[in-house]
């Protein structure tokens, strides 16, 4: 069956063309959302973009936490009970969109700019947890993050137009770091749970890292699954562990457990 439509594109003269219904499906899935689809794009991606900088804000409050346990030594260590499993997760986490925006087709900035940033403020955290720690695994995380970053901003600067195999790379670093997002929530809902206590966790970027993933999840149906299915994945693996880690700042209040533990944990790190 051939069919004739109108195509409509941003900046284009509507156009008749003449083709099959697979054509035309097959088309229409390549093509960036159009008409009312293409503003709820926007205004999704713009949604994400701007809780993501909020987000910023919570990932800052955790940066003052530390600093604060810093300068009152009474407190303990300045990142007790802080994962650092989990802080390398979420630098990939943020690092992995970061590259996918630039490499799919068109230039995604709702993903780049706002992920950069992030990804930025993550290695300071980790730089944080490094000199209160000095340790190995801290030592190897803080390297590596410094050289995948340093790469990415290159890729980026480079002019951001990966080949199909790039693309996939890009995906596929995605999809691994959603279970490596989840492993690391993983351990530090296990890190909380040992303790009894979240101890220089802050709870405000917990909340404001949850929302992000919720926004997330509503871009990467606008963006069509097509597309979007790789942050998709990330968002519902991320959001999940840290709708738990949330609760576990309740537990630590009403939980009999968690104050025993508390008692027996209070001269120990974990890390």
């Known amino acids: 069956m051939h069919l004739v439509y109108k195509l409509y594109a941003p900046g284009r003269a509507p156009s008749t063309c003449l083709a099959s219904t697979t054509d035309r499906e097959s088309r229409f899935a390549q093509t960036p959302p159009i008409g009312r689809v293409h503003m709820f794009y926007n205004l999704a991606g713009l949604l994400n973009a701007t809780i993501v900088l909020f987000s910023l804000f919570g990932i800052g409050a955790q940066i003052r936490t530390i600093w604060r346990r810093k300068a009152t030594p009474a407190a303990g260590r300045p990142t007790a009970q802080l994962s650092l499993n ?5 630098f990939l986490s943020y690092y992995a969109v970061f590259v996918y925006g630039y490499s799919i087709q068109p230039f995604n900035p709702y993903l780049v700019w706002s992920r950069l940033i992030a990804a930025l403020l993550v290695l300071a955290i980790l730089h944080e947890i490094w000199r209160d720690r000095r340790s190995r695994p801290a030592t190897a995380v803080l390297s590596v993050a410094l050289a995948a970053l340093a790469t990415g901003i290159a890729g980026l600067a480079w002019g951001g137009h990966l080949s199909d195999e790039g693309r996939h790379f890009s995906t596929a ?11 690391g929530g993983m351990h530090q809902i296990r890190v909380i ?5 979240t101890g220089a966790v802050n709870l405000r970027m917990n909340q404001w890292v949850l929302a992000m993933h919720l926004s997330t999840l509503l871009f990467a149906f606008t963006m069509g699954l097509g597309t979007g299915w790789p942050l998709l994945v990330l968002a519902l693996s991320g959001g999940t562990v840290k709708a738990v880690v949330l609760y576990l700042f309740r537990w630590i209040r009403v939980s009999e457990t968690a ?13």
């Open 173 to 183: 670093l995605i999809l691994a770091n959603s279970i490596i997002l989840a492993q």
């Open 193 to 197: 749970l040992l303790a009894g206590d």
């Open 86 to 90: 989990q802080f390398a997760s979420s």
């Open 259 to 271: 104050r025993n533990r508390r008692l027996v944990n209070r001269a120990g790190v974990l890390q």
